[in-house]
Every structure is written in C-alpha cells, then in structure tokens.
C-alpha cells in the first residue's frame, strides 16, 4: 500500500541519515536485517511499537495528528 511504502522510505531515510546499515540497525534492535530491508521497501505490516523502537534507535518519536477528513475523501 502507499502508506507502507512511504513509512518504509521515511525509515530508509532516517537510517541512512544517521549513518547505519541494514545490519548495524538490526543488530541494534535485536531483529534479522531482512526483516528490516523489507520494511523499508514496504513489505510486512508493522505495529506502532515496532516503528517507535526503530525510530528511537535513530533518535526520532513518533508523532500523531489527527485532522479532519477533506470533504469528498470521506
């Protein structure tokens, strides 16, 4: 879906913005590098707490708004 594959560019970013592998990230989380390659390409279906430990990993918090749908996307 869009949503995965722009999570999965947004970690992809974050992670290469802070200097780390694939390897050096799972290590660090305690997962299998393919497990976190397939993320980034949006496969798989994360739950919250997965992306918050990945985002603290490279120093980032989750952040959520919640907004009012835009008439006709209802």
């Given at each position: ?5 722009v ?6 970013d ?59 996307k209802?």
């Amino acid at each position: 879906s869009l949503a995965r594959l722009v999570l999965g560019e947004l970690l992809y970013d974050a992670r290469e913005y802070r200097g780390l592998t694939v390897a050096e990230m799972a290590t660090q989380l305690g997962l299998r590098p393919e497990y976190l390659d397939g993320l980034e390409q949006g496969e798989g279906n994360p739950h919250i707490g997965e992306i918050g430990a990945w985002l603290a990993v490279l120093g980032y918090q989750i952040k959520i708004t919640i907004e009012p749908l835009e008439k006709g996307k209802e």
